[in-house]
């Protein structure tokens, strides 16, 4: 397993969450091939070199993240974010970042990469960062060691945190844990939720897997196919029924027939469109 390990450290939170990606890499090193980015070299530039010429199954991260992108070495730029999310030609993303759950983990999950990471921010004790280590740290390791059943290693993870919940005498450790815990996401153990309604339907109707891969401009021409092709449904019968009644509508029509080839193309072209997101 190759494995792209990325630690930037340049503030008070960041030298923990460098301390638990060591702690990381000499408990899976053994049984991976690794490449680092560390402190001053954990910069976008190096980052989007080292993954243009080379493939990896694994990028792991671990410092700061917001909504929108992983946070770089000093603070200033992202080393991930949306708009080089395509040059990760990988399966697993696997981060401590604060938040990159909300929106980055949720793009690259829509890329068929399995992205771990939180969707709030991290919190943690200073005098209890180990139990925080641990816990953050168990799903790879359980990766590692062969576990593909990433909503196993979700409830493995989970597992982690209660377990530390229950090691920690301290209150308010025990509430960080509780919060960093709850706020854990695993995609592709899990699919995102969705607060668009049309999002929804698409998830509801096609699946996970697809109706996140499908586009606002698809969902809403689908919708707004639908929604005419009824209302044109509607009118052709209304001026059936008043030329003669039900028996009229009930007769053959050439706009049946056109409505009905209309109504299998759109079905067909679902189809295609449904092949061509699971490739």
């Not at 699946?207 to 009118?235: C, S, V």
Request: proline share 3%.
């Amino acid at each position: 397993m190759k494995v792209l390990g990325i630690a930037p450290c340049f503030d008070k939170a960041t030298e923990y969450s460098y301390k638990w990606y060591e702690e990381l890499m000499k408990k899976v090193k053994p049984k991976i091939k690794l490449k680092e980015l560390k402190k001053e070299e954990a910069t976008r530039k190096n980052f989007n070199q080292i993954v243009s010429t080379e493939a990896f199954d694994a990028i792991v991260f671990y410092n700061h993240g917001e909504k929108g992108g992983l946070v770089a070495q000093g603070g200033k730029e992202y080393i991930l974010d949306t708009k080089n999310l395509d040059k990760v030609a990988t399966k697993v993303i696997y981060t401590m970042a604060c938040l990159s759950a909300k929106k980055l983990g949720v793009n690259a999950y829509k890329k068929g990469i399995v992205y771990v990471g939180y969707v709030e921010a991290f919190a943690f004790t200073t005098y209890d960062e180990h139990l925080f280590g641990q816990a953050a740290n168990s799903g790879f390791i359980a990766y590692v060691k062969g576990e593909r059943n990433w909503k196993k290693i979700k409830q493995i993870m989970i597992e982690a945190f209660n377990k530390a919940i229950e090691l920690a005498d301290d209150p308010w450790t025990k509430i960080w844990l509780r919060w960093d815990r709850d706020a854990l996401r695993v995609y592709d153990g899990e699919s995102p939720k969705s607060h668009c309604p049309l999002r929804k339907v698409a998830v509801k109707i096609l699946g996970p897997e697809i109706g996140w891969k499908l586009t606002k401009t698809l969902i809403g021409g689908m919708f707004f196919y639908l929604i005419g092709f009824g209302i044109t449904l509607h009118a052709v019968a209304s001026e059936l029924y008043y030329k003669g009644g039900y028996l009229e509508i009930l007769s053959p029509q050439g706009e049946w027939i056109g409505l009905a080839l209309n109504f299998v193309g759109f079905l067909l072209i679902l189809k295609g469109v449904r092949k061509l997101l699971r490739k």
